[in-house]
């Protein structure tokens, strides 16, 4: 059964994953393999994944066959199990809550190659669409506190498969990045009854010195402290707190932002390595703040991290990031490959 | 001038290394380098490094010529700048610093694999000695707030050169990792009057679970909440809350621990790459943190890190950490290959 402990110094929580049971010579390095003939993820493949948990597929066709749009399975090396129950344990100084939760994998597309840039914006509206279910789905169990959906893209950004996908975990503890993120908010609002999110979209907007492009609804800026280069945060322009509240036609406007800024991305650096992550409004009481409190000044975001730079004992000891390329530059270089860009 | 930028949602700073002013083009994926075969850390081509700011040298030998057991230069591309004044600034939502401090390379050996396996435990020793006073050295000027040393070992950790060295970087704000260890620890101590490293290492050693080596002075473990698969953590036994007050007799110790650790890490996993940091508590006043209370309740340490899983977008976007190896196998492995276990 894997394992939530929490580190009592920094007060944060890590998944140790005993079910994946690495022995050292697990770790043996080798080069990033080639891609199998043989890709589980493609359409007529359906029997060499786990059975789907749900999918959009063409009326009339079978769970499990050919025929789907967008299709979710378990992720076959799941690092948290769906059995048992997550209640908090303690030893001494420790604390640890058993590693119960979901471990998605969404199968953005039947086609190995149909990478964010190659799809089209209806076919990316899929794919978020299935996200969002997936992530209201999860929020039926009350054991599951946040849900982070995240995409890997290229083996240096730690992608183990070719095919596009995107991954879900469902978690039994808030991650203390979403804390510290909600904690800050909170209190600014406190302050001037203000979102921060709407504020700094305010700020940006003035400025223009950051952002790489808008639609009606969206805002792509490269934000002030960039952890890393070209990293990009992607906003509602209208005050919104969770992803999975985010309605059909928005996230047609969503794809097709995002759709233009994977495309540029590629374009300025070559197809680089990215993570990309989306950040939600918890749906449970995080400290002292009520989940409808939550509501008012968190603003759900998606952040875009091209792997470029390596994070190294400098990162990992102090929590800060070393970013060779200023936002401004980045911003500029984007804007001026973004055919959509209106600034 | 580079700057560091403060997050305003999560609070944390970063560096923006605006001089290193990285375009597109300069991210272009290469393979990594070998290392050429004239490398300026190697004893006789001092001249090839900007001038050396300290040396551990043999009475009689000249600055930036031969004759050095351990040599520190400025990093010929600093993150941070020497010149100017670390005064904070504000635009409406964004705070920033001028990016002040120090970035040295300490050059461990003039030998080119003079790697820490390889030196004797007083050529260790030299390079402990070297840490300790450029920290010291660091700490006359009180612009700077926080000393942070690491090595990064093997291309995948991030080192860019072969030859053994380490890194310092001083920085005109306390990093938020820091302070988040020193505030947990500060309200563990205003509870229990304990500080919590020496009664972790006391809840340690009555386990024995996760203990791979120990002598006179030092202990080694793997941390409950382990981040990634095999992560070590050197502590003193005794309580000291910063690294640059340890005595000679202790670094003797220390080298021997470190040393050991190093080697049986080699032996295990295959030479893997690493990085290492040393936490020391600040010499400045954190929140409402008096640097003499720190002391009471902070206990420096070691922190080593193999890099044998990759950081994607779940730790990026939540802060934890899945880790398929329990420190508990790890340290089992670990204790059967080290000779010096005593476990």
Known sequence: MPELRKNHITTGWNIIASERGKRPNDYRRQPDKKEESDCPFCEGHEQETPLEVFALRAEGSQPNKPGWRVRVV???????????????????LFNWIPG???????????????????????????????????????????????VQIFKNYGPEAGASRIHPHTQLIALPVVPQTIRDELLTAYEYFQETEHCLFCDTIQQEKEKKLRIVSENDAFICFAPFSSRVPFELHILPVSHYANYE??????????????KSTITTLKKVLKDPPYNLLIHTAPHCAVA????????????????????????????????MFINPTPPEIAAKYLRESNENSTI
Do not use: M
Request: hydrophobic share 40%; glycine share 8%.
């Open 288 to 319: 002292k703040i009520d989940p409808k409190v939550a509501c008012n000044c968190y603003h759900w975001h998606i952040e875009i991290l091209p792997v470029l730079t390596r994070i190294a004992g400098f990162e990992l000891g102090t929590g």
């Open 245 to 258: 509240h985010t309605d059909e036609e928005e996230l047609f406007s969503l794809a097709q932002i995002l």
């Open 74 to 92: 378990p992720n076959k090396f799941p690092a948290l199990s769906l059995e048992g129950k997550a209640v908090l344990k303690q030893e001494g």
């Open 100 to 146: 119960v939760g979901r471990h998605e994998v969404v199968v953005d597309t039947p086609r190995h190659d149909g990478f964010i840039n190659k799809l089209s914006d209806e076919e990316l509206k899929d794919v978020l669409v299935t996200l969002k279910l997936r992530i209201l789905d999860a929020q039926k169990d009350p054991g599951l506190k946040y």
